[in-house]
T-cell receptor, first 113, second 113 residues
């Protein structure tokens, strides 16, 4: 069964304290891994897509990396505005190819000044 | 501004009533999706549509129906609402099904009493 697991569930950081969020996955034939950011009361906002092991993508203080079994979202010198829930997701073969995204339950990041 | 709009923003509904959640996108995306998000369960796919005129069932389709008469609109109908359908509902779209990133609307918060 295809599965996505994120850890930790919650992470509290001081401003400037770098850390990483983990997303481990089990899927038959990876066709991409997506990272989203979700602020309270809003819809998920797309951040990155990674397609192959070794790939890295960066956006401001965020860098996403991918291996054959997991992805990391590295946050360098976070600021309070980085506080949000970060979700990862992978496409899975549903009734038709690629029609479903399986989401992890997310990591809620809180950055205090 | 290009994107996805959902209506209503929130709704309180008596059990047994019929309700349609509206979703419109102006990005000319072929694929559209409905998810529900519940605390502790994450985002789960209800129904999807790979292109206008076609629909399919996701992980949790019971009690919901959808239609896709044109590219832009993808309404979700609860024929007879039950309290377990209390949730936040997100509509999403992607250029194509498969490994394309999905873009999400702002959500509809539905409470069924």
């Amino acid at each position: 069964e295809d599965q996505v697991t994120q850890s930790p569930e919650a992470l509290r950081l001081q401003e400037g304290e770098s850390s990483s969020l983990n997303c481990s996955y089990t899927v038959s034939g990876l066709r991409g891994l997506f990272w989203y950011r979700q602020d309270p009361g809003k819809g998920p906002e797309f951040l990155f897509t990674l397609y192959s092991a070794g790939e890295e993508k960066e956006k401001e203080r965020l860098k996403a990396t991918l291996t054959k079994k997991e992805s990391f979202l590295h946050i360098t010198a976070p600021k309070p505005e980085d506080s949000a829930t970060y979700l990862c997701a992978v496409p899975t073969l549903g009734n038709q190819a690629g029609t479903a995204l399986i989401f992890g339950k997310g990591t809620t990041l809180s950055v205090s000044s | 501004i290009a994107g996805i709009t959902q209506a209503p923003t929130s709704q309180i509904l008596a059990a047994g009533r019929r309700m349609t959640l509206r979703c419109t996108q102006d990005m000319r995306h072929n694929a559209m999706y409905w998810y529900r998000q519940d605390l502790g369960l994450g985002l789960r796919l209800i129904h999807y549509s790979n292109t206008a005129g076609t629909t399919g069932k996701g992980e949790v389709p019971d009690g919901y129906s959808v239609s896709r008469a044109n590219t832009d609109d993808f309404p979700l109908t609860l024929a007879s609402a039950v309290p377990s359908q209390t949730s936040v509902y997100f509509c999403a779209s992607s250029q194509a099904s498969g490994s394309d990133e999905q873009f999400f609307g702002p959500g509809t918060r539905l409470t069924v009493l």
